[in-house]
Nanobody, 127 residues
């Protein structure tokens, strides 16, 4: 059973940076997508970035050039480096995973396409 645990959220001022981490355990997929999603109050959960088992990455237009997704396979950890943060980046951030790497080709994927989720970590950006 795959388990995902996020960490690294916090409060920063606009223009600042944060790095989120997602520790995965029980991961046995040879082909997979791992992604970061976020949900702001009153809004739907949206895909932010994803990486597949071949190392291909995809991003939402709103974060391109500011966020970078990466994985450390030796540590079974997924990262999201967030730079130049804006108040509109304020949200609960979730790590997600699914077996198969076609879900995240060219796009982070949709919520219903992922079957394993972490509990989330809060990111708050003040102006």
């Amino acid at each position: 059973q795959v388990q995902l645990v996020e960490s690294g959220g916090g409060s920063v001022q606009a223009g600042g940076s944060l790095r989120l981490s997602c520790a995965a355990s029980g991961f046995t997929y040879s082909r997979y997508c791992m992604g970061w999603f976020r949900q702001a109050p009153g809004k739907e959960r949206e895909g932010v970035a994803a990486i597949d088992s071949d190392g291909n990455t995809s991003y939402a237009d709103s974060v391109k050039g500011r966020f970078t997704i990466a994985q450390d396979n030796a540590k079974n950890t997924l990262y999201l480096q967030m730079n130049s943060l804006k108040p509109e980046d304020t949200a609960m951030y979730y790590c997600a995973a699914v077996g198969g790497n076609w879900f995240c080709r060219g796009r982070p994927g949709r919520v219903f396409e992922y079957n394993t989720w972490g509990q989330g970590t809060q990111v708050t950006v003040s102006s």
